[in-house]
């Protein structure tokens, strides 16, 4: 769908032309009066308002400032004639004004202040999103917290206290691992849920690929907690494409599983996700890669290399459908088309065979999340994620069962966008809606494990 702009002006040909330069971008609505305009702003909010500053009745400042009142989220942009500073500054101070522009207005500065305007709405969408989300898991260990610490209060032998208290401690340790994976997601702007989905991906791999089956929980861990250090590092630097970083922040994704090993190595319960890890090389199917650093990771063949190299295919994989390789989306399909030759380089045949059924062939006894384009997408597949739109406000919602008419919209949007899009959905369809995000159900795993 695409973003709208309610625009204010007393003179007809000025909300005309107008009008006319943004209907193709925007969902127009245009107003001479701005009484008539607020009150259609009450009921059907938009994303940006333009308006003139000076008009009869009201003007522009305590229009802003009404508009403000009503949606503090939605941009507000001044046109104005005159060059008064003292107004000017009334329009950002009153009205909480962020653009202030001349008439007569030059096509190509407008444009791009509202597409300015509408990116920073976009990335405070998101935000304050991901703050929902976080604050909605630390709220579900708080409960399951508070839960344990009830249930020990009704014990009643020293047997039952034993028992309860082993488990209140598996319970916790688990707790613990999945809010410091939700940090290290947070820091690193993991917004598409990649470390979780490549952690199901490579757990499921290694037993695919005959590995032993104690590696599994220590891989699950590593796909969890492979970019822990980019934490350190700026925050950006994890949602650019790979193909796309200045030499300084290249380097440090080639040593980035040196230095992420180096920190789960502090903590003894991760350290065997961190011999996973050290031997990993995630950059192998990039134009970045270097001989020097591949070689040991080709020829390595113990137990642990081979666990690296189920997590460094999926990884790679992972990013490079999802665009955070070379900055454009991939079906799984074609990018097994594009990446297999250099992909014998470095992995046996299995493995890649494993790999490619795990993608593009759901295995039926497993559940785990998949990344699919629009025109992959059939009616009955569950989302795995939420689903937004343009403006990052969400559209359809986690273990959402798509119909026709899901699908339509998801249609539409891709067409506004006018690029390719990704969803991502379930293998198999979960028997049970969960409480949390799917991080919680795996790492629960890990005591059984």
């Avoid at 009503?70 to 104005?80: F, M, Y």
């Avoid at 008439?103 to 509202?114: G, I, M, R, S």
């Avoid at 454009?328 to 494993?354: C, R």
């Avoid at 995000?437 to 005591?447: F, H, I, P, W």
Wanted: hydrophobic share 40%.
């Amino acid at each position: 769908m695409k973003p709208s702009i309610l625009i204010v002006d007393d003179e007809q040909e000025i909300v005309k032309a107008l009008t006319r330069l943004l209907v193709k971008r925007y969902q127009v609505h245009g107003f001479t009066d701005p009484q008539q305009a607020l009150a259609f702003f009450e009921s059907s909010p938009t994303h940006i308002v333009l308006s003139d500053m000076k008009m009869p009745e009201v003007n522009g400042v305590d229009l802003m400032a009404s508009i403000y009142k009503l949606s503090p989220k939605t941009r507000r942009v001044i046109l104005t004639g005159y060059a008064d500073a003292e107004m000017a500054q009334a329009a950002i101070n009153q009205g909480h004004v962020q653009a202030y522009l001349d008439k007569p207005w030059d096509n190509e500065v407008l444009l791009a202040t509202l597409e300015r305007l509408i990116n920073d709405l976009k990335r405070e969408n998101k935000r304050a999103f991901a703050v929902k989300k976080l604050k909605q898991k630390n709220q579900y260990l708080k409960d399951k917290s508070e839960a344990s610490e009830l249930i020990s209060t009704m014990m009643l032998s020293s047997n039952e206290h034993s028992q309860q208290q082993t488990e209140r401690l598996v319970s916790s340790h688990n707790d613990l691992i999945n809010l410091s994976a939700n940090l290290v997601a947070s820091h690193t702007q993991d917004s598409s849920g990649h470390a979780n989905r490549i952690a199901q991906q490579a757990k499921i791999l290694a037993e695919q690929a005959g590995l032993p089956m104690e590696l599994g929980n220590a891989i699950y861990l590593a796909g969890l907690f492979y970019r822990i250090a980019l934490t350190e590092q700026d925050a950006n630097l994890a949602g650019t494409p790979l193909e796309e970083l200045k030499p300084q922040a290249l380097h440090i994704w080639q040593k980035l599983p040196q230095l992420s090993s180096d920190i789960l190595l502090d903590t003894p319960m991760l350290s065997a996700s961190a011999k996973i890890v050290s031997s990993a090389y995630f950059v192998w199917g990039s134009t970045h890669c270097q001989l020097d650093d591949a070689e040991p990771f080709q020829q390595d063949n113990s137990v642990y290399a081979l666990a690296a190299k189920v997590l460094s295919l999926v990884v790679f994989l992972d990013l490079y459908i999802c665009g955070q390789i070379d900055g454009e989306l991939h079906q799984p399909v074609a990018a097994f088309k594009t990446l297999k030759p250099v992909m014998k380089k470095y992995f046996n045949g299995k493995l890649i065979l494993e790999a490619e059924k795990l993608l593009c062939q759901p295995l039926p006894n497993h559940q785990y999340e998949l990344p699919r384009t629009i025109s992959q997408l059939n009616v009955g597949q569950v989302l795995a994620q939420d689903v937004f739109d343009r403006l990052e406000q969400c559209l359809l919602t986690q273990h959402s069962v798509l119909t026709e008419a899901n699908l339509e919209t998801l249609k539409l949007l891709q067409e506004e966008c006018e690029q390719p899009m990704l969803v991502f959905v379930y293998s198999t369809a979960p028997t049970v809606p969960k409480s949390a995000d799917d991080t919680t159900s795996e790492v629960d795993k890990l005591a059984a494990g």
